[in-house]
Nanobody, 125 residues
Framework: QLVETGGGPAPTGGSLNLPCVTF????????MGWFCQAPGKAREFVAA???????????FYADPVKGRFTVSGGPNKNSVYLQMNSLRPMDTAAYFC?????????????????WGQGAEVFISS
């Protein structure tokens, strides 16, 4: 089970941090990522952290968030954080934490078998 916290309203140019923690599993996932879904739109890839053989993380980002968002893995290897800076009204959406043992096609939502309940983010102009 994945549980996100954080989210909420923020002004344009502001920051938010979204933590996501895993419950009920001790084995590390191969990848933990974030997707967003705005009303009436499909779920879109935001960022992902892939655990490497050296127990570090390789990170990937969607073009609209590069340079503004940072994804990082937590110390227990089954948590992930999304630091969102320089927020824009276009970032308004529900943000979902996701996890998978597969590390191919990490930008595709069906690759992920575990999902959080979502955290609402609203950016005012």
């Amino acid at each position: 089970q994945l549980v996100e916290t954080g989210g909420g309203p923020a002004p344009t140019g502001g920051s938010l941090n979204l933590p996501c923690v895993t419950f009920g599993r001790t084995v590390s996932f191969g990848v933990m990522g974030w997707f967003c879904q705005a009303p009436g739109k499909a779920r879109e890839f935001v960022a992902a952290a892939v655990q490497t053989d050296s127990n570090e993380y390789e990170t990937f980002y969607a073009d609209p968030v590069k340079g503004r968002f940072t994804v990082s893995g937590g110390p227990n290897k089954n948590s992930v954080y999304l630091q969102m800076n320089s927020l824009r009204p276009m970032d308004t959406a529900a943000y979902f934490c996701a996890a998978s043992d597969r590390i191919d096609r990490i930008k595709i939502a069906p690759n992920y078998g575990c999902w959080g309940q979502g955290a609402e983010v609203f950016i005012s102009s």
